[in-house]
């Protein structure tokens, strides 16, 4: 029986977040091919919890006898297996219970070459599952310890060692010391599985370690956004009308549903609801109200979002309906599982769902693997790399909503109550232009009612902002390392201290104010009273528009780059890779920036900035198909390299291999990099 592989995606996996069996097993002695497997026991590693209620343990009969020195090491004897499971049936039930985790264990190259010997000796097919071994780890950590030995092991991390050589015990212990390794590892930079991996000899073994299955997805529902397949207009009608007004309606019109607006509440009264209580209803049904019928409240959902998020709405028996609202709040259309079931099925991941239910940071941090999976899986399939960008950038906006709310949740428990006053956490640059990779780290702000100098209240934001930081920085998005952080002072204001201070950027345009506005205006509100965030940058950008002095330091700054191409025009490199942000994707997002903020062009992503820039008169429609055709080629490289290192474990960058693009890759690089060349000129400014 083949075990299965860790699902893909995984490598990518914070080692504080893993899903795992942790295993262990003992034997008739140390010799593979003619020695017997004779316990197995194992504990489930949950969200980077060792979850003890969930365990598997089971003696298997041999074949051969237990030799008196192995009975002295784990105790078990002949007469111990006599009613003991075979193999094949203790194999079975181990299968079913490990499905395809990861196996972690300690010297767990042994423990597989046990099950391996054990398929081959029955003829059964092997299929290795994917490891990590505890003690390779402890090497790297601890060059210098007197032995690898489980008790000198646990000793030194202070973990219990009680009850030695039974299998279950000996998982046990091993995963209590994982545990313990896990922040000695992330304080080296070890933070993924990927990387544990790398540190081991296992890069060199062989390949099936290194291997995992390719996540199958159907990639229309990332491709499209709601609008595309809600149903619209919508009718709605108030809570007080007759039914007598609204059956002949839906009878004439073929409504299956009615949408019901109290005050600003969206609810829905569909044609069943309104048949019941037209059949229990004693006396004349049509004096009956339509709130009577109606459930509330609606779950609402953006019209612009992608169609994988409406799917979360759903359950499982398909049966609700989702209301559809514009930028303006305002009800314009409904999408219903039917709808959904129509286009694709609705059991895909559930990011949604995954990130509102997360109770916790570890819980959180789970998510991270399969933003990995379904971005190599859409860019698999060959989906624009753009739509892939803007859908790591909407998981990373409600990760950081979620963050959030984990941390409001903290701050109550320790005693610091509720947020004070209301307030919005922004995401700042790529994320809040929608146009994220995965090498990205925390650029966010927090704004909040006050004065300016409400010292009182920006205590318990600064705490609350470093909860967020440290909740995101466990899930995998990393601390900023400008600083750009709403935990720090610059990045957490009043909504009137940030009013004065935007202001003043625009005014002073020192090379200062200028980095500061560069991903300010790029700012969308995620959690929160995000109102403020868009009162905040209307004032920001209608000021920005007038401002000529500072239009053109923003002009200049954006010229401030190089081209990463040398003599006649070849790729230039640094230690065999092409940096593809400073002097290639950077200087097309900036020019952009600067281009909507001369034109009052409020749009906050680099391709409808162009397209409104073009609308307006700024840049001329050549420019625009190049510049966006060369901002593609450039998240496509960017991404696909990406994926390439973390399944090596390598620190992700902005950069990719030269030894890894073909010559077509290349020429199709040089001329990308060609157009962004031409930025200081279409700004009118000389290039640096």
């Known amino acids: 029986m083949s075990f299965g592989r860790a699902a893909g995606g995984i490598s990518a996996g914070r080692l504080g977040s893993l899903d795992a069996i942790i295993l262990d097993t003992e034997t008739t002695g140390l010799n593979v091919q003619k020695d017997r497997l004779i316990e197995i026991g194992a504990v489930r590693l949950t969200s980077g919890s060792l979850d003890q209620e969930d365990i598997f343990q089971t003696l298997i009969k041999s074949d051969i006898p237990i030799p008196a020195q192995s ?17 094949e049936t203790a194999l079975t039930d181990f299968a079913n219970w490990a499905q395809d985790a990861l196996w972690i264990g300690f010297s767990i190259d042994f423990d597989v070459a046990v099950f391996e010997a054990e398929h081959k000796r029955r003829d059964i097919q092997f299929g290795a599952p994917r490891i990590l071994d505890v003690q390779e780890l402890v090497e790297f950590l601890r060059p210098n310890l007197p ?22 015990a000996d998982a046990q212990i091993t995963g209590a010391v ?141 049966k609700r309906h989702v209301g559809v609202i514009d930028e303006t709040g305002a009800l314009v259309g409904a999408v219903s599982a039917k709808d959904l079931i129509g286009q694709r099925a609705l059991d895909d991941i559930s990011f949604d769902r995954d990130i509102r239910t997360a109770g916790s940071r570890e819980e959180l941090g789970t ?6 999976e379904v971005t190599r899986a859409l860019l698999g399939e060959n989906v624009e790399p753009r739509r892939v960008a803007h859908f790591i950038s909407r998981e990373l906006q409600a990760l950081t909503g979620r963050a959030c709310e984990l941390a409001e949740m903290e701050m109550q428990a320790e005693g610091k109550g ?42 318990y934001f600064q705490q609350f902002g470093q909860k967020v930081a440290d909740i995101l920085d466990a899930v995998g998005v990393q601390y900023c390392k400008g600083g750009i952080m709403g935990a720090n002072a610059d ?59 500072f239009l053109q330091a923003m002009a200049m700054n954006a ?69 966006d055709a060369a901002y593609k080629i450039f998240i496509k490289r960017i991404l696909t390299q990406q994926l390439e290192d973390l399944r090596a474990g390598l620190p992700l960058s902005n950069s990719v291999a030269s ?30």
């Not at 090491?73 to 002949?78: E, P, R, T």
């Not at 998510?367 to 990995?372: A, K, Q, T």
């Not at 200062?512 to 920001?540: N, R």
């Not at 199709?668 to 000389?686: C, F, M, R, T």
């Open 71 to 87: 009975s002295k090491i784990h105790g078990l004897q002949d007469k111990d297996l006599v009613d003991a499971p075979v193999f």
């Open 147 to 168: 032995d690898y030995a489980l008790e000198t092991i646990a000793g030194w991390l202070g973990v219990a060692a009680t009850d030695r050589h039974r299998a279950l």
């Open 178 to 318: 994982f545990l313990k390794l896990i922040p000695l590892l992330e304080a080296k930079g070890i933070r993924s599985l990927a990387q544990a991996e790398r540190i081991s000899d296992r890069q060199t073994g062989p390949a099936i370690y290194k291997s995992e299955p390719k996540r199958q997805i159907d990639s229309f529902a990332y491709r499209h956004n709601v609008a595309e397949v809600m149903t619209s207009p919508a009718w709605v009608a108030p809570p007080n009308a007759r039914l007598e007004t609204i059956v002949p309606k839906m009878v004439s019109k073929g409504y299956s549903s009615v949408f019901v607006k109290d005050g600003t509440t969206y609810g829905i009264a569909t044609q069943n609801a309104i048949l019941d209580q037209i059949a229990n209803h004693v006396g004349d049904w049509r004096q009956l109200r339509l709130a009577s019928a109606t459930e509330f409240p609606l779950p609402l959902i953006a019209q612009d979002e992608m169609l994988y998020r409406a799917i979360d709405h759903f359950g499982p028996d398909a």
């Open 367 to 372: 998510v991270w693997p399969n933003l990995i």
């Open 418 to 459: 509720k947020p004070p006053v209301a307030y919005a956490m922004m995401v700042l640059g790529s994320g809040g232009r929608g146009e994220s990779m995965l090498a990205m780290d925390q650029d966010n702000a927090i704004i909040f009612k006050g004065s300016a100098k409400d010292v009182e209240n920006d205590v």
């Open 491 to 549: 990045w957490r204001r009043t909504d009137t201290a940030w009013a004065t201070e935007t202001h003043d950027w625009i005014s002073r345009s020192q090379p200062e104010d200028i980095l500061h506005c560069d991903i300010f205006f790029d700012a969308l509100g995620v959690h929160g009273a995000v109102d403020m965030v868009a009162t905040l940058q209307s004032e920001a950008l209608a000021q920005a528009k007038s401002a000529r002095r």
């Open 559 to 627: 010229a401030k780059f190089k081209a990463p191409l040398g003599l006649f025009n070849r790729l230039r490199t640094d230690e065999g890779r092409v940096d593809l942000k400073s002097g290639g994707i950077m200087p097309i997002f900036s020019a952009a920036r600067v281009l909507a903020l001369q034109h009052g062009v409020s749009a906050r992503a680099t391709p409808e900035r162009l397209k409104g820039a073009h609308e307006e008169g700024g840049l001329d429609a050549h420019h625009v198909e190049n510049l």
């Open 659 to 688: 030894r890894s693009l073909t010559d077509a890759d290349q020429n199709e690089l040089i001329w990308a990099l060609k157009q962004s060349s031409e930025i200081p000129s279409l700004l009118g400014v000389p290039q640096q």
